[in-house]
């Protein structure tokens, strides 16, 4: 339940880090009766709707509807993994973190590698900045590039910018401060040459750390000062500490930044140097995707800082399409994605050049992304020739069929009658047409599913489940005598919440929701709605106690109900007597029982 450590220690950690005390140290609580309230701290709101309750130790968003616990919580705003949220909570009640009871030998051993491969690049780093400003002749083109992309020396170090000079030194250094071959090799930072020797990967780059959101240098990216057929910029290869589809460069200094002050929006750009120009001109809020295909893990990293994201690529982005349909990525993560248009030719690093001023024109005029797909479409056709309209027109309607409600499908059928001159109603007419083919077409087993789900009233059960189990999970009196094993379960999180309950009152304990979120590996979509029954007057009074009651005689009734129809169709196609008078005798039962519940009050 605790994840590999000692209950007493997870009891002992939470008890001296009170959950109210450990998020008022982020952001301010207002105090509501028995709920401290708040704006939440992971998605942008300007009315409260983060409750912390005290009594019982977690936290819920009624507007986002993330829930934990204060582990969860530390998880979350620093953000971090399991293990570092316990590291930071021990070390501000000053208590120990006891690895020996958790760490396997080989978590240990893995452990220790980290640590050393961390180390090796933070020694490679230094070695990079100091062969920087080393006076070698061989660091002038180095130097040269940073003058001529107007890079000052503050941003120099705050981003670690270092040289390469050459292919055998980074390794002979490292080597003499006692690492070995293989630890080298494991680390990234090195390569082994045909020869065998070792020889430096970035060898006569210029040098970018990539820090990973806790400062450690996880990795290096390098760029060719000269022509060459070799790739402008590489990056060390993945390892232990290095994972490209979870990392973003300057998360670092983003989560400082968060640290300071809310951030409303992240700007994602391409590369590193659109990141280091526009932090230097103060567009802070940028992170790079290091020219990598957008991923699930980058998109949730960007969503522990703000719900909304800039897009600022390339001004050659538009004609993208594989890159565009890999935004919605981000908005599967329920990110509120703006596109933001770059002059042909040109990048943020480019425009930022003219002056703060001309970037934040760019920013002023970002689009949706839905609005920017049309854009995009806009720029690939030429709409004076007959033709290409037509295939615009056709190409955008599938845009717009996708749009998120009808009011934005509206507003965007009435951009592009202004764009193309084709009234509004043909328009409209196309979309419903296009819609009623796309419906036509789709897989008789999907429509079937969906009828069937509707038909038999799967939300309404999951509904009243749900109802069930936060009356059981909150003590509710009128459910105390209640037994939970009379009902199944066939959610995943719900049986999991049931079997926690079941075994605190077969105990004799007391039932402590917090504890759900040391048993659920994360904090599921099925949890927080359970939850969000738990304030206000939702499972007190007559008219919840009467909604738990039918709640439970609706689901015993159904499950009655579908095993008579399954007995049913067993008896008809047995043929042994006695099998059958079994059969009989079960249906006899729940004959008995159906009127039972249904003359229950």
């Known amino acids: 339940m605790s994840k590999g450590f000692d209950p007493r220690f997870m009891q002992e950690l939470k008890q001296r880090n009170d959950i109210v005390d450990v998020i008022g140290s982020y952001i301010p609580l207002d105090r509501k009766g028995n709920t401290h309230w708040a704006c939440c701290p992971f998605h942008h709101e300007r009315t409260p709707s983060f409750a912390v309750n005290q009594s019982e130790q977690f936290y819920h968003c009624f507007g986002c509807g993330v829930s934990g616990d204060v582990v969860g919580f530390v998880r979350e705003i620093e953000p971090t993994d399991f293990m570092g949220a ?63 992309r107007k890079l000052s020396p503050t941003t120099v170090k705050k981003f670690g910018l270092g040289a390469s000079l050459d292919f055998y030194s980074l390794p002979e250094y490292l080597a003499g401060k006692g690492y070995s071959k293989q630890d080298l090799i494991d680390s990234g930072a090195v390569s082994e040459g045909k ?9 006569g780059r ?16 390098g760029r060719l000062l000269e022509k060459s057929d070799f790739a402008k910029y590489k990056n060390t290869r993945e390892t232990l500490l290095f994972n490209k589809r979870k990392t973003l460069y300057n998360i670092n200094l983003l989560k400082k930044l968060k640290r300071k002050r809310p951030i ?27 020219g990598t295909s957008l991923t699930v893990e980058q998109a949730r990293l960007i969503k522990r800082y703000s719900s909304n994201v800039y897009i600022s690529y390339d001004g050659d982005f538009a004609g993208q399409n594989a890159d565009l349909r890999g935004l919605e990525i981000l908005k599967d993560e329920d990110l509120h994605v703006r596109v933001v248009p770059m002059p042909d030719g040109l990048d943020p ?8 001023e001309a970037y934040q024109k760019c920013l002023d005029e970002a689009m949706p992304l839905v609005d920017y797909k049309i854009h995009a479409l806009e720029r690939k056709y030429t709409l004076s020739d007959t033709a290409q309209k037509r295939r615009f027109v056709a190409e955008a309607l599938e845009v717009v ?9 509206e507003e965007l059928l009435k951009k592009l009658r202004d ?50 189990l936060a009356s059981k999970l909150f003590s509710a009196p ?42 659920l590996d994360e904090s599921s979509q099925e949890l927080n709605e359970i939850l969000d029954l738990s304030y206000g007057d939702k499972l007190t009074g007559e008219v919840a106690e009467r909604f738990f009651f039918d709640s439970v005689r609706s689901i015993q009734s159904e499950d009655v109900e579908k095993e008579i129809q399954k007995l049913n169709g067993q008896y008809s196609k047995e043929t042994d007597e006695e099998k059958r008078k079994e059969i009989a005798k079960k249906l006899a039962e729940l004959m008995k029982r159906r009127i039972q519940l249904k003359t229950k009050k």
Request: proline content about 2%; hydrophobic content about 40%; overall charge negative.
């Open 478 to 519: 009128y459910a105390k005598s209640f037994d939970l094993t009379s009902i199944v379960f066939t959610d995943e999180t719900q049986n999991i919440v049931a079997k926690y309950v079941l075994e605190r009152e077969n105990a004799n304990e007391r039932i402590r929701p917090s504890e759900l979120f040391e048993i």
């Open 195 to 203: 020869n065998g020797r070792l020889v430096d990967f970035e060898a």
């Open 419 to 468: 764009k193309t001159g084709i009234s509004y109603h043909a328009l409209e007419r196309d979309l419903l047409n296009g819609n009623k083919e796309r419906i036509s077409q789709e897989p008789s087993t999907q429509v079937q599913a969906k009828i069937a789900e509707t038909a038999s009233g799967t939300d309404k059960r999951k509904k009243a489940m749900r109802f069930i």
């Open 401 to 409: 069929a996708k749009a998120e409600s009808e009011s934005v499908k």
């Open 349 to 356: 690093d480019d425009v930022v050049k003219q002056g703060k």
């Open 206 to 221: 210029l040098i970018f750390p990539i820090i990973n959101a806790f400062d450690e240098v996880v990795a290096f990216g």
């Open 264 to 290: 409303s929006e992240v700007i994602m750009v391409e590369g590193y140097m659109d990141t280091i120009s526009l932090y230097q001109a103060g567009f802070e809020n940028v992170v790079a995707s290091m």
């Open 86 to 148: 316990i590291r930071i909570l021990a070390g501000r009640a000053k208590m120990q973190v006891p690895e020996t009871n958790f760490d396997t030998e080989h978590a240990i051993e893995m452990k220790k590698k980290r640590d050393k491969m961390a180390s090796i690049m933070l020694d490679s780093a230094k070695f990079y900045l100091s062969n920087l400003y080393s006076g070698d002749s061989r660091a002038e083109a180095h130097l040269q590039y940073i003058s001529n």
